[in-house]
């Protein structure tokens, strides 16, 4: 099958969805003034810059630490986890965020050990909402008895995830395997130019991230995927996004923000991009009215979103290929996909081909979704009070340690030489030196 016509008919069971899955960031301006009459586009694209750009919060972001912001800038990635104390953990509670000297989460269990695997990916990776010691690595770490570093940054699309592995696997701190965690918005995320403003994010002054940053764009004369650059590579240009000239500069045109626009009803957004890209898709859209270009807007993102991801693990593969390294995908969900499963609903045709055409490659795999849906078989209790037990927002400590041992099984089949909690039975450890040794215990010298 053609890859786009693939790429087709699993977008036409998500894009229903999709247009359902606006969050209470991407309320647009139009619904929030309560007037009947919708913004026009510069005044839907200035409302957007009112809430999401504060000079203040830009200040405090750009802070030398210690300054207990959640992100510091990157110029290629828009910004980087940082050490902070967030009041974001279960009950309430603070959570503890630290970091290592290439950026890694805070190792806890056997950090004096080597590591052979690094984790990429969102929020879901980074684990948010919980400390350092609460984090799937973590427990997976304790558990198998060496470390797993977690290079996983909230808020980061597919792409964004694959440019951070990129350019860790080039340093010192490389390993042979590689487990790249894909959440069910990250897809989108992708193409965004400046997320916070895609979705209508405001950020409070420690949480300030979503900045602008380095995406994939489809290039309309070519067909190709290119990779755009952020359009504030450095903290000046940061600064320069309180002018809304400049701040139009770099959105209008886009055509990301435009389908944004469209999805919220904004009568006259620039068609021009659309149409070129709707055509670069093989998509027929619909711009007869504001119902027509609001669907038609929804179902065009989604599939250009999901043939990013397609490029992505193209590229992914690539560079495991090249550089000698393992690779196994693992995805993961928020609440409203693990209550839908929960429930009865099947997976999203996309999720299903996206899986199928990993297979089709030969990497190995593991859906959070199966895991979910097998584990709540085993409740008699309604679907959402399974998931408040797992879910803080993000995973809660709890629904940490629930992913980390659902995963196990898979990653310690994956794993070569097999992790000392699963050597064989002679194995020991030598505690003279720290060092684990593959040994039956006749060999050891009596004292040792």
């Not at 755009?228 to 000046?236: D, E, G, L, M």
Request: proline residues 5%; glycine residues 6%; hydrophobic residues 40%.
């Amino acid at each position: 099958m053609q890859r786009r016509t693939f790429l087709a008919s699993a977008a036409l069971g998500t894009t229903a969805l999709l247009s359902k899955r606006v969050s209470a960031a991407d309320v647009s301006a139009n619904k929030k003034s309560g007037d009947a009459r919708p913004l026009r586009y510069d005044a839907w694209l200035a409302a957007r810059h009112r809430r999401v750009v504060s000079a203040a919060h830009i200040e405090a972001f750009l802070r030398p630490p210690p300054n207990n912001q959640w992100a510091k800038f990157d110029p290629e990635l828009g910004y980087l986890p940082s050490d902070s104390i967030q009041r974001d953990g279960l009950d309430g509670s603070r959570s503890v965020y630290r970091y290592g000297p290439a950026g890694e989460r805070r190792l806890i269990n056997y950090a004096d050990r080597a590591c052979r695997v690094n984790t990429y990916g969102n929020s879901f990776t980074q684990c948010h909402q919980v400390s350092d010691g609460e984090t799937w690595q973590e427990y997976l770490a304790a558990h198998l008895g060496e470390p797993i570093r977690n290079f996983g940054v909230g808020g980061y699309g597919v792409f964004q995830a694959f440019a951070r592995l990129r350019r860790m696997e080039r340093t010192a701190v490389y390993t042979s395997c590689l487990i790249f965690n894909i959440y069910d918005d990250d897809h989108r995320r992708t193409l965004m130019p400046w997320r916070s403003f895609v979705i209508n994010s405001e950020r409070s002054s420690e949480m300030f991230h979503g900045n602008p940053w380095t995406h994939l764009r489809v290039n309309l004369d070519s067909g190709r995927w290119e990779e755009a650059a952020s359009a504030c590579p450095a903290p000046t240009a940061l600064r320069e996004l309180v002018s809304f000239d400049r701040t139009r500069a770099i959105v209008a045109d886009h055509e990301n923000v435009q389908l944004a626009a469209m999805q919220d009803g904004v009568p006259d957004v620039p068609q021009e991009r659309i149409r070129r890209l709707a055509e670069w898709a093989n998509l027929k859209f619909d711009f007869t009215d504001v119902a027509s270009r609001r669907e038609s807007a929804a179902k065009l993102g989604d599939h250009v979103a999901r043939a990013s991801t397609l490029h992505v693990m193209e590229q992914l593969l690539a560079f495991a290929a090249q550089h000698g390294r393992r690779v196994m995908v693992v995805l993961s969900y928020g609440t409203r996909a693990a209550l839908r499963a929960c429930e009865g609903a099947p997976k999203l045709e996309a999720d299903v081909a996206l899986l199928q055409w990993l297979k089709e490659r030969g990497v190995p795999t593991f859906d959070a979704l199966d895991a979910h849906v097998a584990d709540f078989a085993q409740f008699r209790i309604p679907a959402a009070a399974y998931l408040k037990r797992l879910y803080n927002g993000h995973y809660s400590p709890a629904g940490n340690q629930f992913f980390a041992f659902a995963l196990k099984r898979a990653l310690v089949e994956w794993l070569d030489p097999k992790p000392i909690a699963y050597h064989g039975r002679g194995t020991i450890i030598d505690f003279q030196d720290g060092r684990y040794l593959d040994k039956a215990p006749s060999d050891v010298r009596p004292g040792r």
